[in-house]
């Protein structure tokens, strides 16, 4: 069974959030080439001081950049919120609100949340608004102090605009591949078992109970399969519960191996194991579970250096007419216990026909 990794990265955050900081390197691309365009165009607008303030701003983003790829979190973001903050700040002071600067302290907000944890987040977010606002009031009441004529002010306006327009695009489509994966990780979780993979019992049961719907409207054939591997609890007391769990993992995969891809199989609770066959008689399921059964004893199994024999007992049954779940489960159950009363390593088919609810 892996280990889990518990070494510690210099930020807690790129632990818990991988996925934000590729995209905040990129980011940092992107805001790079922003600024190298930036230069050209205030030069060609005559304030050579904002053409040369960016020269600096690519500087901090080149190191930004290579933090997060040391995964120096904490020293890139602080590169990043003060590029930012000191850009935002001397374009609106110098050339105007109307330049459109401040709309890059908008882009922090929704980045926060997923940058450091809630308390902080709120911090920063309290910080940000308190900036925006005093940059505000400054311009209201005061003049740019290198004011550009009405048409370069319009040109660097729609600039900035159509730049934190794309950027924001660029982050929404980002935040919401987030969310439609953690979704389908939750999805995942609920429905699988976390250490063999397999299907949970729940959601088995959730697929079985609809594999039964259609049995009962079309009568095609269903096949179950019970199966328990043989004395496993020795294995766990002789070798280790670590031991135990590679046991469960390999015979699950086994059992993947020799069903087909379309058969539902679940860990149905500590060694046992439970398989839907959809269109599968009882003869035929009887045979896969024969499959199963000699796969798993041509394996070979090897602990402390010991070669040991595995084997698993299989009991097998299918859906009748006008039966419910649990009643076929319970027939393969008692099938499964006639192997282990004639000796294990075997599979029987339960042929006491009865529906029992």
């Known amino acids: 069974m892996n280990s889990s990794d518990t070494s510690k990265t210099p930020d807690s955050a790129s632990v818990r959030r991988p996925q934000f900081w590729q995209v905040a390197k990129r980011c940092c691309q992107i805001a790079g080439t922003v600024d190298v365009a930036f230069f050209f165009l ?3 607008l005559g304030s050579p001081l904002l053409a040369w303030v960016n020269v ?62 809630l308390r902080g987040a709120l911090a920063a977010l309290v910080s940000l608004w308190g900036f925006y606002v005093v940059l505000d009031v400054v311009m209201w009441t005061g003049e740019p102090l290198q004011p550009i004529s009405r048409d370069a002010l319009l040109a660097v306006h729609l600039f900035n605009l159509s730049v934190v327009f794309a950027m924001f695009s660029y982050l929404s489509f980002f935040y919401l591949k987030i969310v439609s994966s953690a979704q389908r990780k939750l999805r995942k979780m609920a429905a699988t078992d976390p250490l063999t993979g397999l299907l949970n019992r729940r959601h ?15 009568l095609h054939p269903i096949g179950l399969l019970l199966l328990d591997i043989d004395h496993f609890k020795s294995i766990n007391d002789n070798h280790g519960h670590e031991i135990g769990d590679k046991v469960l993992v390999d015979v699950a995969n086994c059992i993947k191996a020799v069903l087909r ?12 194991f439970l398989a839907v066959l959809p269109d599968t008689n009882l003869e035929q399921a009887r045979a896969s579970a024969e499959r199963v059964r000699q796969a798993l004893m041509q394996q070979r199994w090897c602990f402390d250096g010991k070669t040991v024999a595995l084997t698993i007992s299989v009991g097998v049954s299918e859906f009748q007419e006008g039966d419910e779940l649990k009643s076929a489960i319970n027939r393969a159950d008692k099938a499964l216990y006639r192997c282990k009363d004639d000796g294990r390593n075997r599979v029987e088919v339960c042929t006491d026909c009865e529906v029992t609810v």
């Open 261 to 272: 891809n379309h058969d539902l199989i679940a860990r149905w609770g500590g060694e046992e």
């Open 204 to 218: 088995i049961i959730d697929l079985a109970e609809r594999e039964l719907a259609r049995f009962q409207r079309n």
């Open 56 to 117: 600096i701003s690519v500087s901090m983003y080149i190191l930004a950049y290579q933090a997060l790829a040391r995964r120096r979190n904490r020293l890139a973001i602080t590169l990043i919120w003060t590029e930012v903050i000191v850009h935002a700040a001397l374009g609106t002071l110098l050339i105007g609100w109307d330049s459109g600067f401040h709309y890059y302290l908008l882009m922090f907000i929704p980045a926060l949340f997923l940058s450091m944890p």
């Open 42 to 44: 205030f030069h060609v």
